[in-house]
């Protein structure tokens, strides 16, 4: 009698996914790092637009850390209108 003994790694990967549900009008919701709790979030052009900024400089908040952002799903970043607001002079 022949004996296979099969081995076989297994690799189990748990993705955990959020679906927002937005009411007309308000912001998406989600939980941010650096404040610590859930906060409105905004477009990057949202964003631009209440600091009256432009893209670059917008940029440069990003990359000092003075405004939070929050990764999505699909890869793109969302900005913690939290963190925006304290930004502001």
Excluded at 12 to 18: D, E, L, N
Excluded at 37 to 48: D, I, K, M, Y
Excluded at 51 to 68: I, K, M, N, Y
């Amino acid at each position: 009698m022949l004996s296979l003994e099969h081995k076989a790694k297994v690799r189990i990967t748990a993705v955990r996914r959020r679906t927002i549900r937005v009411a007309a009008g308000a912001l998406p919701r989600a939980r941010c790092a650096a404040c610590g709790r859930e906060v409105e979030t905004l477009t990057r052009s949202q964003a631009g637009e209440i600091l009256e900024v432009g893209d670059q400089e917008l940029g440069a908040f990003l990359a000092a850390g003075r405004v939070h952002t929050i990764p999505t799903v699909s890869g793109s970043l969302r900005v913690c209108k939290e963190s925006l607001f304290a930004a502001i002079p």
